[in-house]
């Protein structure tokens, strides 16, 4: 009877292995898709006219390291908008100094009175209405461009999809060190690759403003963030979750449309994962994502448990010869999955990882989730509404 149960075992962890290495083949597709998009040629046309809208909330050191590079983009048309969040330090006088040799560059703030509503909402509804431009290309201070061609790769994406009203490019960390580092910078690729392979099929699940081309008029027409201005975080999630589609989002994987974002504090990344929990319950589209996040997870699961299972059945019955398949089978997995990731963690993040530190942060996706649940659960609803900068 063992037996029969052990020979089930390795035949069921044959089929879930086949599962996860055709799930992990979605990495290599977005590693293709970004050197694809490197390789093809300048699309024709006139480059369409950019506001960079920038939001700020004490940010001096970062506006004085990054600005000089966003100011001094590739491009035809474009200016710079930067919205300040009632900053206390020197970012106000920084602002006026630079705005002297940089006529592309202007600013506003938000008015002191305004401390008990979404800062977030309110700094980029300002700065929308102040562009000039056709097009708004959303960030915060503390991203930076990896090159000078950013805004003209964000624009040839529009040309190459003319029914586009919103472009999402990569942002990845920069000044990856330690092993809280590596989890972040890992988590963000996980999920960015999950949402990039979906905008074909059903639209743009989330986006979180870091990089996110947006048309102006299509931001007005929808009343920018009115449907949800009771909520404090997450706005770039939700209006690019309720208004985009499979025909009106696309995304930009050019090595040279990409940000770097400076390493946050480990507790500001939990912090965001948990008030992202309350902003997920405002999504309308959000099965397909979820579904198929659920089934990567569960699958992984479910293999590893067949591989344990299988291997001290196995060596409960002295069946030596068996021992050597669950051990081969997660051998196979390790390999293939740290190919499949580490192609695009390449071509998107410029980093390789050790196959067994991605198979062990994969491991651990499940328990972040049910931390973050946890959390989400004991946490007094009210604290999602208050000032959350």
Request: charged share 20%.
């Amino acid at each position: 009877m063992f037996q029969t149960v052990l020979y089930i075992l390795i035949g069921i962890s044959l089929i879930l292995c086949a599962i996860c290495l055709l799930c992990n083949t979605t990495f290599r597709k977005i590693a293709n898709a970004a050197t694809q998009t490197q390789r093809s040629s300048a699309p024709d046309g006139k480059l369409p006219g950019i506001t960079i809208i920038i939001t700020a909330h004490n940010q001096e050191e970062q506006l004085r390291r990054h600005l000089p590079l966003i100011l001094n983009q590739i491009h035809p048309d474009y200016e710079v908008i930067i919205v300040d969040m009632n900053s206390t330090d020197g970012t106000k006088k920084l602002l006026e100094q630079m705005e002297e040799g940089h006529f592309r560059l202007r600013h506003t703030f938000i008015p002191s009175s305004a401390c008990d509503i979404s800062q977030q909402r309110l700094a980029i509804t300002l700065g929308a209405k102040a562009a000039q431009k056709p097009w708004l290309l959303l960030t915060t201070a503390d991203c930076v461009p990896i090159s000078h061609l950013w805004l003209q790769r964000m624009g040839e994406a529009l040309l190459r999809h003319r029914s586009a009203m919103m472009v999402m490019g990569h942002t990845r960390y920069k000044g990856v060190k330690g092993l809280a580092g590596r989890r972040m910078s890992f988590f963000r690729l996980w999920q960015n690759v999950l949402t990039y392979r979906l905008v074909s099929k059903a639209g743009l699940y989330r986006s979180d403003g870091t990089n996110l081309l947006y048309n102006k008029d299509f931001f007005l027409s929808h009343h920018g963030f009115a449907d949800h201005s009771n909520l404090l975080v997450g706005a770039t999630d939700i209006m690019v979750n309720r208004h985009s589609t499979r025909h009106n989002a696309e995304v930009c994987l050019h090595p040279e449309a990409m940000l770097e974002q400076e390493m946050p504090h480990k507790s500001h990344w939990k912090n965001d994962r948990l008030f992202f929990r309350q902003t997920r319950a405002h999504f309308k589209q959000h099965y397909a994502y979820r579904l198929r996040y659920f089934f990567r997870v569960l699958v992984h699961a479910l293999f590893m448990l067949s591989l344990i299972s299988s291997l001290a059945l196995s060596v409960y019955l002295e069946a030596w010869w068996l021992t050597a398949v669950p051990l081969l089978l997660w051998l196979i997995h390790i390999t293939a999955q740290g190919i499949f990731f580490n192609a695009a963690s390449q071509a998107l993040n410029n980093r390789r990882i050790n196959p067994f530190r991605i198979a062990w942060f994969v491991h651990l996706i499940p328990f972040w989730d049910a931390y973050t649940a946890l959390r989400y659960t004991f946490t007094d609803k009210r604290t999602f509404r208050k000032k959350y900068i």
